[in-house]
């Protein structure tokens, strides 16, 4: 049996625990609601992210709602425990034990969710249009309109992946401003080596051919390279091309010449100790360093991009939306707390709480996000980047997908086994392979 097949069979067997986990709340689900009804009391059930600050701001949220909707009342539960996020709602989904809402959708992870009858198709609330146009561009809102010309997602919150320097190092070595191309980030990568010694790195990446590992590196520099193109395009693989061939040619020539090491640390973040000058992350970067590294002074640049780049940089936006699913019992109260999810207040306390940028075109020109730009000028420039964000294909698979291209990503640019054009010829057969075995 190939490994791919035993990959398939074990994913399998994963959903089929979980389904049994998640079923036995499914038998109780129908007796509470009539209960709640007779009541006249109507309740439905939020899973927000499950980290700490999302966690804090879900709280509050939901507390404020409860406080000024006695009759729709709000119940938040940490999403049950899994291998990830997105295993748990198709799990939930076959058991018929989904919430009714969920704002940790991962728009790579939608197309599952749609084929299995999952989600309600947002845009047949009335107000939907109205709603949106408040909030966000057509242009951005369009890029989330799945295949069958639906919307089944409420674009909430984006995390752009960006460079984030340690402006002490770089002037100690003669740099007042970051590297913003290939050249550059190698020149000074060598220079940080011959500075610093075996002591400090460049940078470090976790080299694990894990397939979310590659959206901190090889897939938002392919988007900053090609000018912001995803890796399919109507349909049809768009990866295999000389943008993704020079990113890799440049992360071969990083290890190569050992500016970032083959070895990863999990026990620290080598930034916050000094043992690395950049690194690419999001916007949550910036208050864990605060935290936990107050005397690092940060500053935050675009991701390197080919010598002869032309036009905006673009970057990995790491989405995550708002859905309701087609097991509520209550759509229209669902909705409505949706709505007071992406007020303007309740934005402002994602940024507050979280430090993660709300997916809407008025965050710099809006007043009410003035003191908070004006107290973290660091998280003004991600909120600049939000217009050069892309997101992920809507493609059946796609975690499969990234999880080939992050095997010949190590091949290729960690260890130099295949050159790119022979590791992308892979990455791509290897695709066709995944979608039509989906398929």
């Known amino acids: ?17 979980l389904s049994f986990l998640l079923l036995i709340p499914a038998c109780r689900k129908d007796d509470d609601a009539r209960v709640l009804s007779r009541d006249g009391i109507v309740t439905l059930t939020y899973w927000p992210a499950p980290n700490p600050q999302e966690m804090e701001l879900a709280d509050s949220l939901v507390r404020v709602w409860n406080r000024n909707n006695p009759t729709v009342r709000v119940r938040m539960q940490a999403i049950p425990v899994g291998q990830s996020t997105e295993e748990v709602l198709l799990a939930a989904i076959a058991a018929n034990t989904t919430p009714d809402i969920c704002s940790n959708i991962w728009p790579g992870a939608l197309f599952d969710y749609t084929r299995a009858g999952g989600l309600i198709a947002l845009d047949s609330f009335a107000d939907f249009d109205s709603v949106m146009a408040q909030r966000m561009s057509v242009e951005l809102l369009e890029s989330f309109r799945s ?12 995390n752009p992946v960006m460079m984030i320097y340690n402006v002490r190092m770089l002037r100690e070595m003669g740099y007042e401003a970051p590297p913003l191309t290939y050249s550059e980030y190698i020149d000074v990568g060598k220079k940080v080596r011959e500075h610093f ?22 897939y938002p520099l392919y988007l900053a390279a090609s000018g912001g193109e995803t890796l399919f395009k109507d349909g049809e693989i768009n990866f295999v091309n000389e943008y993704a061939e020079e990113v890799l040619t440049f992360f071969y020539r990083i290890y190569a010449e050992g500016i970032y090491p083959r070895t990863f640390t999990h026990t620290r973040d080598p930034f916050l100790m000094e043992g690395t ?4 992350a999001g916007p949550w970067q910036i208050p864990t360093v605060q935290r936990y590294a ?18 905006p940089v673009f970057t990995y936006g790491d989405y995550k939306n708002i859905s309701i699913f087609s097991s509520t019992d209550h759509p229209d109260e669902a909705w409505e707390f949706v709505k ?13 709480i979280a430090n993660q940028i709300p997916a809407r075109d008025d965050l710099l020109i809006n007043p009410l996000f003035e003191e908070y730009f004006a107290l973290n000028p660091n998280i003004v420039i991600f909120a600049e980047q939000v217009p050069y964000t892309r ?10 997908i990234f999880d080939a291209i992050s095997q010949e990503y190590e091949a290729s640019a960690v260890y130099g086994r295949k050159d790119p054009a022979k590791a992308l010829s892979d990455a791509a057969r290897r695709t066709r392979i995944i979608l039509d075995w989906i398929q």
């Not at 990446?205 to 590196?217: L, T």
């Not at 000058?277 to 690419?280: A, G, P, Q």
Request: charge should be negative; hydrophobic fraction near 40%.
């Open 1 to 17: 049996m190939s490994g791919f097949h035993k990959e398939q069979i074990a994913h399998t067997c994963i959903l089929c625990f």
């Open 147 to 158: 295949g069958d010309g639906r919307f089944y997602q409420i674009p909430w919150k984006t």
């Open 197 to 218: 010694g075996d002591r400090v790195w460049m940078g470090q990446r976790d080299i694990r051919p894990i397939w979310w590992q590659r959206f901190f590196d090889f």
């Open 277 to 280: 000058v950049t690194n690419f």
């Open 294 to 311: 107050p005397h690092i002074e940060i500053g935050v640049s675009t991701i390197p991009v080919p010598d002869d780049h032309e036009g």
């Open 340 to 352: 007071f999810l992406i007020e303007a207040e309740n934005d402002l306390l994602l940024l507050e």
């Open 391 to 400: 997101g992920v294909d809507a493609i059946p698979g796609l975690k499969e």
